[in-house]
């Protein structure tokens, strides 16, 4: 069994800064990709951010140059600095593991970003 747990939302101002984690327990294999996903009220979740095990990334156009995506392998947690926060980032995030073909999901963290 996997658990996936998110933390580090919050309320911060438009141009402010966030740090979410995630952090991974359970049967975690050592090939893997791990993404931040966002889902803002009455659209439909969308990708911000993948990095794999081995430390690549890909960032969605709207979050490049702002977001930061890393991973420490020893504590199977991935971060996600997000710096220059605007409004329109306000969304729950979702921490997804992918390993040996399964998807694995958290419950969500909210950020809202004021204007």
């Known amino acids: 069994q996997v658990q996936l747990v998110e933390s580090g939302g919050g309320l911060v101002q438009a141009g402010g800064s966030l740090r979410l984690s995630c952090a991974a327990s359970g049967s975690i294999f050592s090939i893997n990709t791990m993404g931040w996903y966002r889902q803002a009220p009455g659209k439909q979740r969308e990708l911000v951010a993948v990095?794999?095990?081995?430390?690549?990334?890909n960032y969605a156009d709207s979050v490049k140059g702002r977001f930061t995506m890393s991973r420490d392998n020893a504590k199977n947690t991935v971060y996600l600095q997000m710096n220059s926060l605007k409004p329109e980032d306000t969304a729950v995030y979702y921490c997804?593991?992918?390993?040996?073909?399964?998807?694995?999901w958290g419950q969500g963290t909210q950020v809202t970003v004021s204007s």
């Open positions: 997804r593991l992918g390993q040996r073909l399964r998807t694995y």
């Open positions: 990095i794999t095990s081995g430390g690549s990334t």
